[in-house]
């Protein structure tokens, strides 16, 4: 079995966070569909499987001020604090998210995490730990290698989703709202399909 703090590890400790293929200056289908679940600067937001991404960087020049970033690397989460600096409003959590419990939040953000959750067993975990974690009413972003992207990413084997496949795995806790298809062109040139699904949880009855 891979060590998965050790292979992350040195995925950040051996390459530059603009060299890794996910890089994205600027996260742009995720603003836009935070924007479309009318996310306030109030609310909190967790992103996890971080790792040294410039999410934060820009929610933090939207005004939010309550930001969780959860990796199983700490190199990855100390680049990002490094590249922050002093600014507050972020909290950082090294572990794995599916043994964590941070409370409640207003929107969950991953993408490509879920998609390296080949085992069953793993992927429900994953599914009741947002459910815990994401307040009745409240939004989940999840974003895959589409249904014909790679099988593979740093090395590891994935699976591949389309927003409907996430919408039913997800179902009936989270209903879908929006979805996206994204081209990512890694800094190599190359290009990665993602899908993207917006999703709400159910309001308390």
């Known amino acids: 079995m891979t060590n998965l703090t050790g292979h992350w590890d040195n995925v950040y400790s051996s390459k530059p966070p603009d060299e890794v293929t996910w890089y994205q200056e600027v996260p742009v289908t995720s603003l836009d569909l935070m924007s479309a679940a009318n996310l306030g600067a109030e609310d909190r937001v967790v992103d996890v499987g971080a790792g040294a991404a410039t999410l934060v960087d820009h929610l933090l020049g939207l005004g939010h001020s309550d930001v969780v970033l959860i990796d199983i690397s700490t190199v990855a ?17 090294a572990g794995n998210l599916l043994d964590l419990d941070i409370g409640q939040v207003d929107m969950w953000h991953d993408r490509a995490v879920f998609h390296f959750l080949a085992d069953t067993e793993e992927r429900d975990r994953y ?6 974690h994401v307040r009745p009413g409240g939004h989940a972003i999840i974003a895959t290698f589409a249904s014909d992207g790679p099988e593979q990413c740093s090395g590891l084997a994935v699976t591949r989703h389309s927003p409907l496949e996430m919408a039913d795995f997800f179902d009936p806790e989270f209903s879908l709202v929006d979805s996206r298809r994204e081209i990512h062109v890694a800094p190599w040139g190359g290009e990665q399909p993602f899908s993207f699904a917006l999703l709400r949880r159910a309001a308390s009855p």
């Open 127 to 132: 599914r009741a730990v947002m459910a815990r």
């Open 77 to 93: 989460l100390d680049v990002t604090r490094q590249r922050l600096g002093e600014r507050t409003g972020v909290r950082y959590v």
